[in-house]
């Protein structure tokens, strides 16, 4: 495995690649990978030639009161992963090659609609930040593919959303959450919990099971459903942040009629932020 850090180099490398004639996947990471980032990597690996994957810890979606500074870099072990999962090359560039005028003078991507409710009115100015990094990627590298996972929901609507809207010939593949034994979705935010504080964590998971079961079942009255939720989660020790019954497509508020439906939550465990979702078509 190739590590690069320059843009220059890295497009190189992708252009002898291309005249070879290989088709090129792109997973985007901001590292300490974990099993969920490595079936990206193997999900990539099976359907295409080249794969490369990035790790970078982008400021410019985090906020002034968010973990940045304590974001965990475990970059040997990534490192070491990666080479075992056959990646062809990692990019690693720093802030300065992504944001070379700086965050300020930054020029922004940002995607109306679909990033203004849930994370985008927990987080103002995430989606901003994760939509100009992934443009940015998307521009250095030009893959023919990318590999999202679909614990972060709202943000692989968003990654497929503005491919469209930017007329970006990129194939946009999100794969299911992978998770713990207890159901608990694989998060490097996972991290920071105690073994208590993640058996509280997998709550949430049971909630999202449990209020899915009950609209399959025929329960449309979807505040009732979202209040018992978040009743549930607090007697779980947990602070929600948002838990949500949505259209799967708009993530707008569903109608008794809407057969596509994704039910997300968040929530805080001390002083991590854990998000996952369950999306289901209606019987």
Not at 141 to 153: M, R
Not at 201 to 229: H, M, P, V
Not at 237 to 243: A, I, M, R
């Amino acid at each position: 495995m190739q590590t690069q850090k320059k843009i220059k180099d890295l497009r190189q490398i992708l252009k002898t690649a291309r005249s070879q004639g290989k088709s090129i996947a792109l997973v985007p990471t901001m590292g300490n990978l974990h099993e969920g980032h490595l079936q990206l990597i193997r999900q990539a690996r099976d359907r295409y030639d080249f794969i490369v994957c990035s790790i970078f810890v982008n400021p410019l979606q985090f906020s002034e009161n968010e973990d940045l500074a304590a974001y965990p870099r475990t970059l040997e072990a990534d490192r070491e992963s990666l080479r075992s999962e056959n990646c062809d090359c990692l990019f690693l560039p720093s802030i300065n090659e992504i944001y070379g005028d700086g965050l300020e003078q930054q020029t922004s991507i940002n995607v109306p609609g679909l990033t203004e409710n849930l994370c985008g009115s927990s987080r103002p100015g995430h989606f901003v930040g994760v939509a100009t990094v992934v443009t940015t990627l998307f521009n250095i590298v030009q893959p023919d593919a990318a590999f999202f996972g679909l614990k972060d929901y709202q943000q692989f609507l968003v990654i497929r959303k503005l491919t469209q809207d930017l007329a970006l010939e990129i194939a946009i593949h999100g794969i299911e959450t992978h998770r713990e034994e207890s159901g608990l979705a694989m998060s490097s935010r996972n991290n920071y919990l105690s073994e208590q504080q993640r058996q509280q964590a997998s709550s949430l998971y049971r909630c999202l099971q449990t209020c899915a079961e009950q609209i399959q079942q025929g329960n449309t009255e979807f505040n009732q459903l979202e209040k018992a939720a978040k009743k549930e989660l607090k007697q779980a020790s947990l602070k929600p942040d948002y838990f949500q019954i949505c259209d799967a497509d708009t993530l707008q508020p569903p109608s008794t009629d809407t057969q596509h439906i994704a039910i997300l939550g968040a929530i805080f465990v001390g002083k991590s932020r854990l998000i996952d979702n369950i999306r289901f078509q209606r019987s």
